[in-house]
């Protein structure tokens, strides 16, 4: 999950996990694993991708302000904070979401977000040059674990793609790095003294707005104005639902596990989001499982938890 970080707030003690959090950690789980296939539907549609990417974060924009409202939060940031929160947005809502869209038409959602559940590595090597916050032994050994398994992953998918286009496998792996470089370097960006100061629903709410305007606005540059016909159900359907489940939904529920178990413990949520993915696309999309693959996922979730297991590296 990638989310803009809270202030620092009281969590729960090592090995309990209050009863309250279970529902939350479920609908994150869910909600994060069948986005990656929502945003399968939504390109398939045939939109222009800017145009997607757009009004995927104007309708989470939208539905975030309405909360926020309803609750009270504010919604304001002076002007480094907006420029903080552009920044954000860029790297977050429109370079990591313009990488991503143009991978899953190359692989499937389920191999896509298995690589996005190593977002723990990038970050602790980027928070570790910029925020000079260590990386522990055990993150190190579990980071080594995790990218073994995804190599047999993905050996697997080239090989199988191979046998048609071996090239759209390499885009496909090679757009997924990229898109989780740039994600990466939003949560550092968010790691940052400064912005954990900030509001984070506003936050949020200036990142999506303002990535959301840029991609609209080069989607009318480059395709004019969406016609009415564009909405056909499965676009429609798919961007609501990534819109508003994928982004307004799971991250306040995601600032909550944050707040009642902590950090590193939320993002828990992070590993069982694949195995959502991979379940979805394989009956949504006709991934075939094989040997390598099923091994190889469960490699990497095995490294991804002992990295998790590591003190503070997945800040």
Known sequence: MNSISPPPTLAAPPGIVPSRVILPFVIVTLSGGSTWTAIRYQIGAGVDMFWAMGLRGLIGAIAMVGWSLLIRAPLGLPPRGIAYAAAIGGLQFFLSFLFIYEAERHVTSGVVAMFFALLIVPNAILARIFL???????????????I???AMLFTNEIAAVAKGNADDAIIGVTLTIIGLLFSSGANVA???RYARSLPPIAVLVWAMMIASTAAMTLGFVRSGMLPPSAFT?????????LGLFGSALTFP??????RQIGPARAAYSGVTVPIVAMILSTILEGYRWSLPAVAGSALALVGLVIALRAAKPAR
């Open 132 to 146: 000079k916050m260590p990386m522990g032994r055990e993150f190190l050994i579990g980071s080594a674990v995790a």
């Open 148 to 150: 073994v398994g995804m």
């Open 190 to 192: 968010q790691a940052s």
């Open 233 to 241: 159900p499965a676009f429609a359907l798919s961007t609501a639902y």
């Open 253 to 258: 529920l995601y600032f909550f596990l944050i």
